[in-house]
């Protein structure tokens, strides 16, 4: 059974940052998403099982970066110049593939997700 436990959510004011972790209990090829009040679940980030090969969503382009510590089964979503628009749970994902996935359906295994608030 895989295991994913995120990690680092809070309240922070635009222009701000915060670090999300996931920890897994394998190693994956990882996504982030996010689902904002009323609104459907939508890609932010990804990363391939090495870690060298990353995709983003262009509205968080330039703004965050996702990384993982495969010593560690953790992967990182560094959010910075946050803006209220960011506000949402946001959830890691493993696929069982190996490559980069930007698509729900690609991802087999989430976690119970972390709520980010962004005040104006």
């Known amino acids: 059974q895989v295991q994913l436990v995120e990690s680092g959510g809070g309240l922070v004011q635009a222009g701000g940052s915060l670090r999300l972790s996931c920890l897994a209990s394998?190693?994956?090829?990882m996504g982030w998403f996010r689902q904002a009040p009323g609104k459907g679940r939508e890609f932010v980030a990804a990363i391939g099982w090495s870690g060298r090969t990353t995709s983003y969503a262009d509205s968080v382009k330039g703004r965050f970066t996702i990384s993982r510590d495969n010593a560690q089964n953790t992967v990182y979503l560094q959010m910075n110049s946050l803006k209220p628009e960011d506000t949402a749970v946001y959830y890691c994902a493993a696929a069982r593939g190996i490559g980069v996935f930007t698509n729900i359906p690609d991802y087999a295994y989430w976690g119970q997700g972390t709520q980010v608030t962004v005040s104006s």
């Open positions: 394998g190693r994956y090829a």
